[in-house]
């Protein structure tokens, strides 16, 4: 009877590490779970009112060709920029924030026409960013996995890297640990 690997979340990283893992020479039979009722992680499509889709997550992603040359500019705003909003008892509308990315837009990249379409979100504490002592914990949990012998390894933004390229690495690198290979650097 083959092997069996259970991916634990439906996210890039785990997306990519069930990719990888089912197209290895001796592919294991690979379960997905996800815990949502779609896959993608913090990536997904959203279409708009107008029909005009958006790509959302940890960065942006346009498609090829000529729709992506005209589909995405992701703006994020936030730390003392927010908390100084925040702080000045501003109510942080939809409106308002549009008005300061289209600001930042022309002050940062010299895009000065209005977008023809604009979807706002606001999410507080959504850029992740490690804590001191990220890497010694990431350490340590290597060597309690490694001593104990317990057949898991870790993949993801929580873990080596945030923007979408690293969640895939990851991923690979997951597989390739689970598949005994070494990854290619």
Not at 60 to 79: E, Q
Not at 112 to 125: A, D, G, I, Q
Request: hydrophobic share 40%.
């Amino acid at each position: 009877m083959g092997r069996t690997v259970v991916v634990l979340g439906g996210g890039i990283s785990g997306l990519a590490a069930s990719y990888y893992l089912s197209r290895a020479p001796c592919p294991p039979k690979v379960v997905l779970v996800e815990g949502s009722e779609r896959l993608g992680g913090w990536i997904r499509s959203v279409r708009g009112p107008d029909g005009a889709i958006f790509e959302l997550g940890p960065r942006g992603i346009r498609p090829a060709g000529a729709l992506g040359a005209r589909t995405l500019l992701l703006v994020m705003l936030g730390g003392s920029w927010l908390q100084t909003l925040e702080a000045r008892g501003c109510v942080l509308s939809q409106e308002l924030l549009q008005q300061e990315a289209e600001k930042a837009a022309a002050t940062h990249l010299g895009l000065n026409e209005p977008p023809s379409h604009c979807l706002v979100h606001l999410h507080k504490n959504s850029i992740p960013q490690y804590t001191l002592g990220h890497w010694q914990k990431l350490e340590s949990a290597a060597q309690f996995l490694a001593a104990q012998k317990l057949p898991l390894t870790l993949a993801g933004a929580s873990y080596e890297g945030v923007a979408v390229n690293d969640c895939i690495e990851s991923g690979r690198q997951a597989a390739a640990r689970v598949l005994g290979t070494e990854p290619n650097s």
